[in-house]
């Protein structure tokens, strides 16, 4: 009986222990209670950050909490590249990662640990990345570059940095020397660079291989070189914008002939404004060998790679005709050349007369008293231009307010007052239809009428200052922190003085570049051909733009 009891006793602790070691052996998050919101951190690592004279063939860290393995894997990043497979072992929060065949003599070796790590529990990722150097030789390098990524998107980029050689070297074709990550909010810093020129990217790695893909990953240039040749030198403010980079060409996908007057075409994507242009196209008669110009486009207003190009040419249905283009360029530089489709001729002929759609303003809208723009939307190509007599612009007086008229496109006029408006004011355009024709010679014989206000702007806001830099044809940039479409520029006068009036009140971001090509706009560089991006500082503070306030002084640096 007691043997049998003794028995019973061992059983049962056997199974007790048991259950206790599967217990212990479940990294499950408890139960109940507040969700795990703290990231996981690390606590220590070996070597220390600094050793020198490192001969051991295996690293460690201490994590805060239980990580994700895979993760952690994912995360781990050693400049320069080690070519042997790692042995990854973990006990409990710590993991040690072994260097089979050891690491290479007299060199210094950085470990990055990405922000891809997620904790067990929440998937909580580590707020930055984690950085450490150590040295197999008596010496350590200790220069250093850093930045900043810009854009939504800018947590877990990776930073490349490649030993500059020459400019001809593809480097993006290869794995980088160097690797570091972004944070959260978007800086980095590469750490432990040997003494070197050096070449930087920014990639939005999607397989995380290390390699640079241009159809999947986004990627940021840089404006520069960055040279490190000076003991414990280090550069700070190599800033990226982070773009899509476009290889492909664009193409005339299809052309409708939608009467005897009109061909509606369609493009692969938005091309450049003078890809629209009527001067581009030319239709060719393949069985006479006749060429045909084409007199009027128009875009169409909603759809952005969709426009209409009208002729008044008389085309046969029994030949076969081909739209050619000149020259077609997407926004990302991509060029097709004599590009052409074949399209069925129709002999429907053109019958309805051209009409005024919109206005900007709407009628009885508002606009600004100061450099109004008033447009006016056909929804056809206005065939004759002399039509500046058919539009009256008046006051409630009835005096005659001169302006200035000018087609955007062959459907859409733009007009600019003489001098400004008055504030808080009405205003009336009369435009007689009747002098208008399309392509076919159609007409309505109907007068439109706009009538709008002025507003005072006393609510608008502003801001000022001066610009300390040695860079040249800078531009400084004002952007709408909620809205990165809308943005406003301002090029600093003589004295360096800049500045924003009649602005909207709201949270704004500051940043300046130097506008190296003179085209007012900001270039991103490219990858392949390389081309550098302009050079560009961010202000590292937002600004509140209170209505009926303008700031002033407000007095930026950009070095």
């Not at 986004?218 to 982070?242: A, C, H, Q, R, V």
């Not at 299809?254 to 075409?265: A, E, P, R």
């Not at 050349?337 to 019958?351: A, I, L, R, Y």
């Not at 733009?414 to 004011?425: M, R, T």
Request: glycine share 6%; proline share 4%; aromatic share 12%.
């Amino acid at each position: 009986m007691v043997k049998r009891t003794e028995q019973s006793v061992k059983i049962f602790l056997f199974f007790s222990a048991l259950i206790f070691l599967i217990s212990c052996a479940n990294q499950l998050p408890p139960g109940g209670g507040e969700v795990d919101a703290i990231p996981p951190e690390i606590i220590s690592s070996y070597p220390e950050n600094g050793t020198t004279n490192f001969t051991d063939d295996y690293i460690e860290f201490e994590f805060s909490e239980y990580v994700d393995k895979r993760s952690f894997k994912d995360a781990l990043f050693i400049s320069p590249a080690i070519d042997e497979q790692l042995e990854i072992s973990w006990s409990g929060t710590s993991v040690e990662i072994g260097f089979p065949n050891g690491l290479k003599d007299s060199l210094t070796y950085v470990v990055t640990i990405g922000t891809d790590v997620v904790d067990v529990n929440n998937k909580n990722r580590m707020l930055n990345s984690y950085s450490f150097s150590f040295a197999t030789g008596d010496k350590i390098d200790k220069r250093s570059i850093g930045g900043k990524v810009y854009g939504k998107d800018s947590e877990g980029t990776l930073i490349f940095a490649y030993k500059y050689a020459d400019d001809t070297t593809k480097y993006l074709a290869r794995k980088p020397d160097y690797l570091s990550q972004t944070g959260k909010d978007g800086t980095y810093k590469l750490n432990g660079l040997a003494e070197s020129v050096y070449r930087v990217f920014a990639v939005n790695d999607e397989f995380r291989d290390l390699l640079y893909q241009a159809d999947q990953d986004l990627i940021g240039i840089p404006g520069k070189e960055i040279s490190l040749t000076n003991t414990d030198s280090t550069y700070s403010g190599l800033n990226f914008f982070m773009m899509k980079v476009d290889t492909v060409k664009p193409r005339l996908l299809g052309t409708v002939m939608t009467d005897s007057n009109h061909l509606v075409i369609s493009l692969s994507e938005e091309c450049d404004s003078a890809s629209y242009l009527a001067n581009n196209f030319q239709i060719v008669d393949s069985t006479s060998n006749a060429v045909y110009p084409i007199d009027f486009s128009y875009r169409n207003k909603t759809k952005k790679e969709e426009f209409v190009l009208v002729h008044k040419n008389k085309l046969t249905t029994e030949n076969n005709y081909f739209l050619v283009a000149k020259k077609i360029q997407d926004l990302e530089g991509n060029i097709f050349e004599n590009e052409s489709t074949g399209f069925v001729v129709s002999d429907k002929p053109d019958t309805t007369a051209l009409k005024l759609v919109r206005t900007e303003p709407g009628r009885n809208g508002s606009t600004d008293f100061k450099n109004p723009e008033i447009l006016l939307f056909f929804d056809e190509a206005v065939a004759n231009k002399e039509i500046k007599n058919a539009i009256l612009f008046t006051d409630t007086s009835k005096n005659k307010i001169g302006f200035n008229l000018s087609f955007i496109d062959d459907a859409t006029i733009s007009l600019k007052p003489e001098i400004d408006l008055k504030p808080e004011k009405n205003y009336e355009i009369k435009v007689n239809l009747n002098y208008f024709s399309d392509a076919a010679g159609n007409k309505v014989d109907s007068t439109f009428i706009l009538k709008f206000q002025t507003i005072t702007g006393v609510d608008f806001t502003g801001i000022s200052g001066k610009l300390t830099t040695t860079k040249n044809n800078v531009v400084v940039v004002l952007q709408d922190s909620k809205d990165a479409k809308k943005f406003f520029t301002a090029v600093p006068d003589k004295t360096s003085a800049y500045k924003f009036e009649r602005i909207d009140a709201g949270i704004y971001s500051m940043w300046i570049y130097s506008d190296k090509d003179s085209s007012g706009t900001f270039d991103n560089g490219y990858p392949e051909p390389f081309r550098h991006s302009e050079e560009f500082y961010f202000v590292p503070d937002t600004i509140k733009l209170r209505p009926r306030w303008s700031v002033t002084d407000y007095n930026i640096m950009f070095e």
